[in-house]
């Protein structure tokens, strides 16, 4: 017994948080609590409830931090299984506004989809981790499948954003496998041959979303009105933006949902240029800090996973933000840690926890 607590007590007392890579997390958080006060026009029951979600993330985040890359290799089939049964789940008893998202279990209502963000990569990374790299196209195939029965299940939903993201989670690790170019460009060629059927597979509503991306002038009352309300906003933030609390956009409602996928939009009214060049610019550090970790991580399975990991993060903020820009259709992307939900920010930082713990153990092994 006092041979476990002394462990326990090591376990507990061993800093495996990267400091800068947690600052920089820290610092989004915070503007994004920031903003999410003057996004609900002063609420201040929406700051709290995402403060304690962002709690729960970060307490997540150091959590994973201690636990060593090899476990997190052990559980990866078990992991990646479950999620896929959850998912499945997610078509039979799921429920949400007009698309079953959430499983409701009562004491909890969570989003099982944010769970393939972080199995998917992983069960990919520990399908290569003992093949010889590059891939053969056989192991490409089993890759293919992988990758493609969670993203699938997700766009059966319907849920174009979230199935983007986690298909581009798989898509990075084979890419971080060594592909050569002309692979590359192999399955580029094959993927836009398959838009066509793409298109046939969508929804009207995602289809107009793109009809919208292209000319939302066809119908600005309608479809067209996210798009162009948030660009608004973008635009009257000019260099220094109106302030804190100065969102029009937001405060007179002429800009929707937000608090949640526009709050970059009011964010960038209220700071402008300068406010949005100074958050872009941490999230280039965190991006390039994953990165850096990635290219010093131990074994295979962690270098390719930290490097989906960081990668899907750039996806996350490129995506977003060309949503309110209008230079990409708008697919329900959310801003990283400054858009208002919970299961969103706590998959996200669990993903940081398990790229501090392929740094720790770079450290430990040095």
């Known amino acids: 017994m006092a041979r476990l607590e002394h462990r326990l007590a090591r376990w507990l007392k061993r800093p495996r948080v990267d400091l800068a890579l947690l600052a920089a997390l820290l610092a989004v958080a915070a503007a994004g609590l920031v903003v999410l006060f003057s996004a609900s026009a002063e609420d201040p029951g929406q700051v709290v409830n995402q403060a304690l979600r962002l709690t729960l993330g970060f307490s997540v985040l150091f959590v994973f931090a201690r636990i060593p890359p090899t476990a997190f290799r052990t559980w990866t089939p078990w992991f990646y299984a479950f999620t896929v049964m ?8 799921g429920e949400g506004r007009g698309a079953h998202r959430w499983l409701d279990f009562k004491l909890i209502r969570f989003q099982p989809s944010e769970f393939a963000k972080l199995a998917l990569p992983m069960m990919v990374a520990w399908y290569l981790h003992d093949r010889a790299l590059p891939p053969t196209w056989r192991n490409l195939a089993v890759c293919a499948v992988l990758i493609g029965l969670p993203a699938g299940l997700i766009m059966d939903q319907p849920d174009l954003g979230t199935a983007l993201l986690v298909l581009a989670s798989g898509a990075f690790v084979v890419f971080l496998a060594g592909l050569s170019w002309g692979r590359i460009a192999l399955i580029i060629g094959a993927a836009l041959a398959a838009l066509p059927v793409l298109w046939h597979g969508m929804h009207e ?72 060049i100074a958050i872009i610019a941490a999230y280039l550090f965190i991006i390039g800090r994953g990165l850096w970790i990635a290219a010093n991580a131990r074994d295979t399975y962690s270098r390719l996973l ?8 750039f996806v996350y903020v490129m995506v977003n933000g060309g949503m309110i820009a209008g230079l990409m259709p708008v697919v329900g992307v ?25 740094h720790a153990n770079r450290l430990r092994g040095r």
């Open 86 to 93: 959850l998912l499945i789940a997610v078509l039979i008893f």
């Open 205 to 276: 509503y995602q289809r107009n979303r793109v009809r919208m991306f292209l000319d939302p002038e066809a119908d600005p009352l309608g479809n067209g009105w996210n798009i162009i309300q948030s660009q608004i906003a973008v635009g009257s933030g000019g260099v220094v933006g109106k302030g804190w609390l100065g969102s029009t956009q937001a405060r007179l409602d002429f800009l929707p949902e937000h608090t949640t996928d526009f709050i970059f939009a009011v964010f960038s009214e209220e700071f402008g240029l300068i406010g949005v």
């Open 306 to 313: 930290a490097g989906s990991i960081s990668m899907t993060f």
């Open 334 to 358: 959310p801003m990283p840690l400054v858009s208002y939900g919970g299961t969103s920010a706590v998959s996200l930082l669990a993903g940081f926890g398990i790229l501090m713990s392929i």
